[in-house]
């Protein structure tokens, strides 16, 4: 877990008499409905704020992190771990879109070194 997290849930789980991460104002559990109203809710009061990009998903948030995973160095096996698929063809899509990056990366490093040499 990472340790941001950690330290986030420690703090939840010291101020609340709860386990729940995420609960209604009386402490209960959402039903589905009721999460996915508060979570778009949230999600408008974010973009009309300009705090976040029309569009977020909880989807788009998941690749995201499999892009970032990518982008750190994770294998395709690591990065289906950590979002929980069980085959690794998303996370070698999210590889796909981090390894361009990296290459046109190395790529221009190249063309500047030569530049320097020549």
């Keep these: 877990m990472h340790n ?3 330290s986030l849930l420690a703090n939840q789980i010291e101020h609340r008499n709860s386990t729940l991460l995420v609960s209604t104002a009386n402490g209960r559990p959402y039903k ?10 949230l999600i408008r009061s974010l973009v009309a704020r300009q705090l976040v990009q029309p569009g977020l998903s909880f ?7 499999g892009t970032k995973l990518a982008e750190a160095g994770c294998d395709a096996r690591t990065i289906a771990a950590m979002l929980g698929h069980s085959t690794t063809h998303m996370a070698e ?6 390894d361009r990056k990296e290459l046109v990366r190395e790529a221009v490093q190249r063309l500047e070194q030569r530049s320097r040499n020549a």
């Design 4 to 6: 941001d997290l950690k």
């Design 32 to 41: 589905i409905q009721g999460f996915q109203s508060m979570f778009f809710r």
């Design 59 to 65: 989807h788009g948030l998941r690749h995201t992190v």
């Design 93 to 98: 899509h999210y590889s796909r879109n981090a």
